[in-house]
């Protein structure tokens, strides 16, 4: 199985500030990668897939980039509805595996 | 709009059962592969199995091999998912999720069921 290791495993920052979570294939994944974000007691959200499309209503402070085994994803300008854990997938092969999150607290 | 809406979670002792249920609205379910990804208490997220449109096919995570049984009924837009032989490492909350055209990603997710294995 491929193995997605993030960094950091967590995060302090302040609104408006600029954020970047990294994610790591054990091995090469093309763009098969997708970004979900997860609030306390609720469902992960699709913010982007194939690594740098917006799922359809993501603002567009999100971005991300990469190809291979290495993915950022980037929140330009951290807004207080973006605290929450952040999650990489890879979708390229069998089975889908997830990375163990990122949360973004506040400073 | 899509709505994915779990049920059947509930506490279970070991070497239980538990059929958990996901009704779909909103699309066409008969369209698209289907998920369970579960999370346990305070850990990340698992995909657990999936199930191809007509129902042809069917893959599942090694540690659920042989105990959990993914279904679907189109003519009732819903998904199921058999577990049995129960685990306590099978607690988690199980979410039942689409899979987006091309399988890229899960696009929609319902809100989750709790599945709690204990004595």
């Known amino acids: 199985d491929i193995q997605m290791t993030q960094s950091p495993s967590s995060v302090s920052a302040s609104v408006g500030d600029r954020v970047t979570i990294t994610c790591r294939a054990s091995?090469?994944?093309?763009?098969?990668l997708a970004w979900y974000q997860q609030k306390p007691g609720k469902a992960p959200k699709l913010l982007i897939y194939a690594a740098s499309s917006l799922q359809s209503g993501v603002p567009s402070r999100f971005s991300s980039s990469g190809s291979g085994t290495d993915f950022t994803l980037t929140i330009s300008s951290l807004q207080p509805e973006d605290f929450a854990t952040y999650y990489c997938q890879q979708a390229n092969s069998f089975p889908p595996t997830f990375g163990g999150g990122t949360k973004v607290e506040i400073k | 709009e899509v709505q994915l809406v779990e049920s059947g979670g509930g506490l279970v002792q070991p070497g239980g059962s538990l059929r958990l249920s996901c009704a779909a609205s909103?699309?066409?379910?008969?369209?698209?592969?289907m998920s369970w990804v579960r999370q346990a208490p305070g850990k990340g997220l698992e995909w657990v199995a999936n199930?191809?449109?007509?129902?042809?096919?069917?893959y599942y995570v090694d540690s659920v091999k042989g105990r959990f049984t993914i279904s679907r009924d189109n003519a009732k837009n819903s998904l199921y998912l058999q577990m049995n032989s129960l685990r306590a490492e099978d607690t988690a909350v199980y979410y039942c999720?689409?899979?987006?055209?091309?399988?890229?990603?899960?696009?929609?997710w319902g809100q989750g069921t709790l599945v709690t294995v204990s004595s």
């Open positions: 091995q090469g994944i093309s763009s098969w």
């Open positions: 999720a689409r899979e987006s055209r091309g399988r890229v990603a899960f696009d929609y």
């Open positions: 909103g699309f066409t379910f008969s369209s698209y592969w």
């Open positions: 199930i191809k449109q007509d129902g042809s096919e069917k």
